[in-house]
C-alpha cells in the first residue's frame, strides 16, 4: 500500500517555474515506479514523465526539455521541475505509484494517485 500526498501548485505566469512535490507516507517507496500526470478540463488524463530504479526515466513529448522528475528515495518524495510554463500547462497535476511491470505511460498500470494539485499558468 502507497499513500501520495502532493503540494506545490499555484499560480504563475507564463515562463515561470513551478515545482511540485509527491511524497509517500506509507508503503515502499523505492521499489516503485513513480509518474506525473495531468489532466484539463474536459480532456483525458495525460502522462508527462516516470522514474523508476529499473525502468529509468522517460517523458512525454511535452514535458521534454522544460520538465525534469528528481526523485529523493530518503525523503520518499518524487518532484515535478516544471520550467518555461505556458498558459497550456494549466491542469490539475498528479502523481502516481505502481509495483507492476508494464506502460508506464498509462493510466492503467498505477494502483495508487496523489489527490491532485492545480496549477494555472497566466499569459
Known amino acids: 500500500q502507497v499513500r501520495l500526498v502532493e503540494s506545490g501548485g499555484g499560480l504563475v505566469q507564463a515562463g515561470g517555474s513551478l515545482r511540485l512535490s509527491c511524497t509517500a507516507s506509507?508503503?515502499?517507496?523505492?521499489?516503485?515506479?513513480m509518474g506525473w500526470f495531468r489532466q484539463s478540463p474536459g480532456k483525458p488524463r495525460e502522462f508527462l514523465a516516470f522514474?523508476?530504479?529499473?525502468?529509468?526515466?522517460f517523458y512525454a513529448d511535452s514535458a521534454k526539455g522544460r520538465f525534469t522528475i528528481p526523485r529523493d528515495n530518503n525523503k520518499k518524495t518524487i518532484y515535478l521541475q516544471m520550467n518555461m510554463l505556458k498558459p497550456e500547462d494549466t491542469a490539475v497535476y498528479y502523481c502516481?505509484?505502481?509495483?507492476?511491470?508494464?506502460?508506464?505511460?498509462?493510466?492503467?498500470?498505477?494502483?495508487?494517485w496523489g489527490q491532485g494539485t492545480q496549477v494555472t499558468v497566466s499569459s
Open positions: 506509507e508503503g515502499s517507496f523505492t521499489t516503485v515506479v
Open positions: 522514474t523508476g530504479r529499473v525502468s529509468g526515466t
Open positions: 502516481a505509484a505502481t509495483q507492476k511491470a508494464g506502460n508506464y505511460a498509462s493510466i492503467d498500470l498505477y494502483d495508487y
